[in-house]
């Protein structure tokens, strides 16, 4: 079945890293996505995975992909107050005509 | 280039009416998506259209929504008879060839309220 699950909440201090993780269920997937949303906006694509790779680097983002464990993480170094949003993990079935599977979304708040 | 535009980005319908919501597609794309995003919620596949034709509408409800994607002109996702439960946004996407998946670039959104 395609399935993403993702927890709901995540605090951190500003300057920290923070951690976003993600599980998925269809081992069919060709590629995994981070995409982030402010209040009120659209999808904004942070990043993408392909799924025969293990890591993705892109500046301030890293992207860990565990393929045995189907577990995605994004790794948001020195979070500033401007990461606050809600962050979508999802993935694209290749066989569905390319639909994305989007989990619940984890809303990032940031603490002083 | 513009990106995918959806009209309208705000809605206001009362129970029973009609909502139709728009979808431009990027300059040179004819693969389109709809997403709908329920309140607190992650958005989920509704259905996928090319011109004219609908390849996967798997995700729609099966009253009351309807989606084409004409030769000319935009998109549109229609929804007769609103009822409170389809308040949410709807987020079209768009990619130029229907594979390679990270060319699909997502719109503003339209948010429609039912009162």
């Known amino acids: 079945g395609e399935d993403v699950e993702q927890s709901l909440f995540l605090s951190v201090r500003e300057g920290d890293s923070s951690v976003i993780n993600c599980t998925y269920t269809?081992?069919?997937?060709?590629?995994l996505y981070w995409y982030k949303q402010e209040p009120g906006a659209g999808l904004q694509l942070l990043t993408y995975?392909?799924?025969?790779?293990d890591m993705k680097q892109d500046q301030r983002l890293t992207v860990l992909l565990n393929k045995k464990d189907k577990h995605l993480s994004l790794r948001i170094a020195d979070t500033q107050t401007g990461d606050s949003a809600i962050y979508f993990c999802?993935?694209?079935?290749?066989?569905?005509?390319?639909?994305?599977?989007f989990g619940s979304g984890t809303r990032l708040s940031i603490r002083p | 280039n513009a990106g995918v535009m959806q009209n309208p980005r705000h809605l206001v319908r009362r129970r029973g009416q009609e909502a139709r919501l728009r979808c431009s597609p990027m300059k040179g794309h004819s693969h389109v998506y709809w997403y709908r995003q329920l309140p607190e919620e992650g958005l989920k596949f509704m259905v996928y259209l090319q011109k004219e034709n609908i390849i996967d509408e798997s995700g729609m409800p099966k009253e009351r929504f309807s989606a084409e994607f004409p030769k000319e002109g935009p998109s549109i996702l229609r929804i007769q008879q609103v009822v409170r439960g389809d308040s949410a946004a709807y987020f079209c996407?768009?990619?130029?060839?229907?594979?390679?998946?990270?060319?699909?670039?997502f719109g503003e959104g339209s948010w429609l309220t039912v009162v």
């Open positions: 269809d081992s069919s997937s060709t590629y």
């Open positions: 996407a768009s990619s130029p060839t229907g594979t390679g998946a990270d060319t699909i670039y």
């Open positions: 995975i392909f799924s025969n790779m």
């Open positions: 999802a993935e694209s079935i290749y066989s569905s005509a390319s639909k994305i599977i």
